[in-house]
């Protein structure tokens, strides 16, 4: 593809499309990309990657207890819903209760030391169990992966 406009050395119309949509490309892919969650609850931190996942699909439980349940979806651009949610849920009769939900666009900052979603406290009304989390956009590995 000839990308100059050869009267006016500059680049043709076709060619300022195509670098527009490599650009667009490029910065869906530099969004979509692992989150790392750090969970404290029971008296235990664990930390979990969270990878990209399409719209389709829903991920299991990212912490799964007796009287508490944290899902993490972390949705790929540019599908609907892209970014971050994060619910927490108190178990109520064996039913999951909304306690919490965190929604973080796809470019979310980070605010401070704990990542994009800054410290979140949790507290669990019917045994009064506390749990925080914060998670930060990264490439490195945690030190614990999602449990399978």
């Known amino acids: 593809m000839d990308c100059v406009h050869p ?20 910065g ?3 969004t979509a990309q692992p989150i790392v969650c750090h969970v404290a609850y029971a ?18 439980p990212l912490l799964q207890g007796a009287s508490v349940l944290v899902e993490v979806v972390n949705r790929v ?9 994060i619910r927490t849920y108190g178990m109520r009769d064996g039913e999951p209760m909304l ?3 965190g929604s973080y ?15 979140q406290v949790v507290r669990e009304p019917a045994r009064g169990h506390e749990l925080t989390y914060w998670c930060e956009r ?7 992966h999602r449990p399978r």
């Open 77 to 85: 651009p540019p599908q609907p819903g892209a970014g971050v949610v």
């Open 7 to 26: 009267a006016r050395s500059t680049p043709t119309r076709r060619c300022r499309a195509w670098l527009g949509f490599v650009l667009a490309v490029i």
């Open 28 to 30: 869906a892919a530099s």
């Open 99 to 101: 306690l919490h939900q």
């Open 105 to 119: 666009l796809p470019t979310a900052p980070a605010v401070g030391p704990h990542g994009f979603t800054g410290l």
């Open 43 to 60: 008296g235990a931190t664990r930390s979990f990657v969270i990878p990209p996942q399409p719209h389709a699909v829903d991920p299991p």
């Open 138 to 144: 990264t490439v490195e590995s945690a030190r614990h």
